[in-house]
């Protein structure tokens, strides 16, 4: 799944795009103190890695799904923390 996190932050600005499901969580016991003064957001993303065959032709795409963790500082911005519960979909072709 590290290969999945790594390629997903080369879209970053996508991802943020796309996310849904925005939860808050407090920062609980200032663990983070002023890094975290606000708490922190979580994220559902969805992301896509191509997959290319011998001929470097596009054979299909390996879906994720995932968390992204949001740290809201106290001048009230955003920072990406981490993707975290990423998990490859499985279907069962048509």
């Known amino acids: 799944m590290e290969k999945a996190k790594a390629n997903?932050?080369?879209a970053l600005k996508e991802l943020v795009?796309?996310?849904?499901?925005?939860?808050?969580?407090?920062?609980?016991?200032?663990?983070?103190?002023?890094?975290?003064?606000n708490g922190w957001y979580r994220y559902d993303v969805r992301f896509g890695i191509?997959?290319?065959?011998?001929?470097?032709?596009?054979e299909r795409y390996n879906v994720f799904r995932a968390r992204m963790l949001v740290r809201c500082e106290e001048n009230e911005q955003l920072y990406l923390y981490d993707l975290v519960q990423i998990k490859k979909e499985t279907s069962a072709p048509l």
């Open 17 to 37: 795009a796309i996310a849904n499901n925005k939860s808050e969580t407090p920062d609980y016991g200032d663990k983070h103190g002023k890094k975290a003064k």
């Open 50 to 58: 191509p997959v290319y065959n011998q001929e470097g032709e596009l």
């Open 8 to 10: 997903a932050f080369v």
